[in-house]
């Protein structure tokens, strides 16, 4: 019993110390979106552009996403969606989903399932009740430096954003720097 119980506060403990991921799809949080799109052009990837958005497919955990790269005002990437499609499955395919950035982030720190009448959860009618806007399904996880959030939305997709907190990662990267310069 008490191996179990040393077991469960470790992994309770990674769940509470979980990082936000300072890349994802192959792009790096806070680095110019002009490298970023070079280091995928440059891996095979086939990258669009329209204005100041850059977009590309990826597969993710045995999924094909479709992302979107955002450009903040800086030139960074700070916000990334990657949408993929429910199959006709979009409530599973949300719950699938959420399930593995559980795994990684712990529960999320706000979620929501609102089914309105006639529609509820568990009544196998869940997609139709998303598509018609009778349903309300998302949560989102805030971490250290970002939040993860995702939702289903009425065009039978499911979207997985991650919003880094570029500021603090400006930061971190300038008290590397700071430290770095000092150790010589």
Known sequence: M???MIVVFIMSSLFAFAEFPTTFAG???GVPTTEVVAQLRDNGVEVKQND???AYFRE???RLYFIILSDSSKGTINDIYAMTSGNNNQYITYKI???DVSYVYGSPTKESELFMYPYYDGDGYEDQAIILGKAAIFCEWKVDA????LWCLRNGNVLLQYIADIDLFEYEQHLEEVKSKNEY
């Not at 970002?146 to 959030?149: D, L, N, Q, R, S």
């Open 2 to 4: 008490k191996k179990i």
């Open 27 to 29: 792009a790096t949080f």
């Open 52 to 54: 100041t958005e850059y």
């Open 60 to 62: 993710i955990g045995g």
């Open 97 to 99: 989903i959420k399930k």
């Open 146 to 149: 970002g939040c993860i959030k």
